[in-house]
């Protein structure tokens, strides 16, 4: 009788749930849409009726089914209480007690940021290193850390947060975090757009950023591509914060590889040379030959991370 | 038939040899010089000769001796090879094989500042944690992360540089490592009689530091106990750079809690309150919570830390 696992990746906007087999291959996968409620129990009941009817239209028995891994956004501690949950309604309670009460199921879960990193590491770019970190550029910057192949979770489900390293400690302007300087404020996407806003007005050369009404981080890499110096100057910048970032965490953990990912990874090599260019002038003299990846596995890191939560 | 297991922590100018027993109670302990060799190989064939005497001259039996644990000053893998010796000599060699050849004893080897804060996490003051960082306040600053109970010693043995947190870029002079603004260059004892004289150069008022032609990080410490204005000054600014640093540290591995030991260390209370001061407003929420301790142990929290290596 074959064995599966689910992965469930809770995201603020939408859920996706992967169903693996015992050997980690994706057998299919779905999305829906995250439930709009001020009880983020509410979104756990979604999560069990959609795996409880998948096993069922599946034709399915509950004993095939090894476990559920789930990533959230937001802290949360090995034994599956989360304190709060970010932007998505009041918590305070246990996900896996709630998750197993509903299905019947062994769960297991994780932080968001940390399964991707395991995803990565696991069937992705990260493959064949047993310690990795790994960074999620997107709105805000996210972070993995993995050693010896698991997740480190932290003593209270908070490390890996390397979007709010400290790179330039003259900044007055306040990250979402409440503090000021923190590489999220450059690296992610909103903060290379607002880096682009900012060398534009003291910009007095030709550039195609300053035609464009809007300035998306995707356009700053393209007209970087293109050979805009401004642009160039803006990915640099960028680079630079993150080189920074992503040297100080090597000097605490010393992982074998970077892998870099989110919406902002699409920009391709050009993100890697620029953000290596400037980790090694920043970084002791044992760690600057570390390895520097493109994620590969998109948006389905996180379900194959959760799914190895399981089948580890 | 009673069992035992030696700890040796490899120091620039001293050797320190504990013997354990197997419950992990230092039974005895000695020290001697490190000798002056241009090949560290040397250095192990003194502690081989040492250990073999010890042995006889007590009447052991080889069969007695669980193991040798090694504490050496650079980075170190745990395969035993090490590539550089610090300032001890020409390396390129791998300790384990090397000490087990001259000794017929199984042995295991991590860096001086992770045995030393393994010891502190252990039997020290950290006791208790599963997960602690320690930062070590001498004439540099280094740093050991405790992860599970068990030292994070990285990919290539180079984890826990936490010395080398960049904590402010804006700094022009070098640090001994190639890099500027390190965390080292402010808050080790050579760092803080820096800023002290930094501090005198623009400092009008009374102070009783500029009456003294020697300036030591103990006499800043005591001169800011009994009140001094500018040696408080330069205390909260030490104490800055620490705080931010261990914020850096706190954000990618969330531990329980920090011990601070090293020679800077005996300042005491006044210590801690400085750099816990200055850690809460530069870490992310969920970390602010973590405990600050001074360390207990010593100059013997490497020496325990060794043993620790063998009796887990």
Redesign the interface.
């Known amino acids: 009788m074959e064995q599966y696992c689910f992965g469930v990746d809770v995201g603020g906007t939408g859920i996706k749930v992967g169903l693996f087999d015992a050997s980690g291959n994706l057998v299919d996968k779905w999305a829906f849409d995250t439930r709009k409620t001020d009880d983020a129990k509410d979104i756990f009941k979604d999560i069990a009726d959609f795996i409880n009817f998948k096993i069922k239209e599946m034709k399915l028995n509950k004993d095939q089914i090894l476990g559920i891994g789930v990533g959230v956004p937001g ?1 949360v501690r090995e034994n599956g209480y989360i ?1 709060n949950f970010a932007n998505l309604g009041k918590a305070d309670f246990n996900i896996i007690e709630e998750l197993h009460r509903l299905t019947g199921i062994t769960v297991r879960t994780a932080n968001d940021a940390n399964v991707a990193a395991l995803g990565e590491q696991w069937k992705g770019s990260g493959k064949g290193f ?2 990795m970190v790994m960074v999620t550029l997107g709105t805000g910057v996210g972070g993995g ?1 993995i ?1 010896n192949g698991k997740i ?11 979007g ?7 900044e007055s302007r306040l990250c979402g ?3 000021c300087g923190c590489v999220e404020q450059y690296a992610s996407a909103t903060g290379i757009v607002r880096l682009a806003k900012d060398f534009l007005k003291n910009w007095d050369k030709s550039t195609n950023l300053s035609e464009t009404e809007e300035i998306s981080a995707k356009l700053v890499f393209d007209l970087a591509k293109e050979g805009d110096e401004l642009a160039l100057k803006v990915v640099d910048e960028a680079c630079r914060y993150l080189g ?1 970032a992503l ?10 590889a970077f892998v870099i990912g989110g919406g902002v990874s699409k920009a391709g090599d050009i993100l890697i040379e620029h953000t290596k260019k400037h980790y090694v ?7 600057k030959d570390r390895e520097f990846l493109l994620a590969s596995l998109g948006n389905d890191a996180g379900i194959y991370g959760c799914a190895r939560l399981i089948l580890s």
Chains 1, 2 share one sequence.
């Open positions: 802290p304190p047993q310690s850390v050693i480190l979770a932290g003593s209270f489900g908070a490390a890996g947060e390397i709010h390293i400290l790179v330039n400690p003259d975090c409440g503090k920074i040297a100080q965490v090597a000097q605490v953990v010393d992982p074998e002038p920043n970084v002791m003299k044992a760690l």
